[in-house]
């Protein structure tokens, strides 16, 4: 394996993506004990990655709140979906 890009500086886009070439490999079992294992710790580190943006986005996102009409009245932020 090269040197990767360390997984706390990587998008959720580019964690997935890599994610799926982990588990790809994995399931293919073609690759050595020894890289199966340093492939597994990254594809954990990656889906903690994604787990954790995806959180963080969650955070972010606002509910829309509407009136007895169901005409919008505003937003409020979520808490933990």
């Known amino acids: ?3 990767p890009r360390p997984v ?3 998008s959720f886009e580019d964690a997935m993506r890599e ?7 994995l ?3 073609d690759v050595p004990l020894e890289d199966s294992i340093k492939l597994y710790e ?3 580190a990656l889906k903690k990655r994604c787990e954790d943006r995806l ?7 606002e509910a829309i ?3 007895a009409s169901g005409n ?5 932020p979520t808490n933990g979906l």
């Open 1 to 3: 394996m090269s040197d």
């Open 8 to 10: 706390e500086e990587m």
């Open 19 to 25: 994610l799926e070439q982990v588990v790809g490999q």
């Open 27 to 29: 399931e293919r079992g």
């Open 42 to 44: 990254r594809g954990a």
């Open 55 to 61: 959180k963080a986005a969650e955070e972010k996102v």
């Open 65 to 67: 709140t509407a009136d």
């Open 72 to 76: 919008a009245t505003g937003t409020t």
